[in-house]
């Protein structure tokens, strides 16, 4: 069955990214924002091998299993970073809460890919060449660089999602959707971004 597909392939990039961090001693950004993104990649095309139903409860799986692994530091890699965050349970929670609020495939892997794609790379350099460009929000620090990089990854994605679901959308409408969902990005300190993210760019999208 294509859930156990996608189970096992999430297992193994959680195992594999542990083994990977614990022998290359790796930044704890990078080896959390990897498994940000790839999961996250895969799972904003779930829809095309998956009922909507099997992808809610796919979601409350993931979400008791990131609450096992916090509990018991089974993947260190997945939660060593020291600020207080709750963005793996946002992760979960917007899987499958996405699926009540759209059944359009493209809308859904769109929102997803906001959040693990655009989020994912803006941390990723924003940690490796952002030295001497950051600006703290909240008490989090933010890097220029970063931010740059989600608006652009955001528009990237969304004239992507235009094309390939042959969506009539104004390039107005676009940068409005892509400048909101990199004020978020920026506002939404703890993690919270990975929820609001998403559901922006759902509601707005639809």
Known sequence: MAWLIMIAIVGLLLVGNELWSRRKNLHEEFSRKFIHISVGCLVAFWPWWLSWTEIRWLSVAFLAGVGLSKLLGVFQALHSV????WGEFFFAISVGGLTFLT??????????????????????????????????????????????????????ILVWYQAASGANISIIKLDFIALLASAIENLAVAGFDNLLVPLVVVALLR
Request: proline share 2%; net charge positive.
């Open 103 to 156: 059944h359009n495939k493209w809308i859904y892997a769109t929102a997803l890919l906001q959040m693990a794609l655009a989020d994912g790379l803006a941390a990723v350099i924003g940690v490796r060449y952002g030295n001497g460009q950051g600006y703290s929000v909240f008490g989090h620090r933010k890097t220029l660089i970063g931010t740059l990089v989600f608006l652009l990854t955001s528009m990237i």
């Open 82 to 85: 020291q600020r207080p965050t």
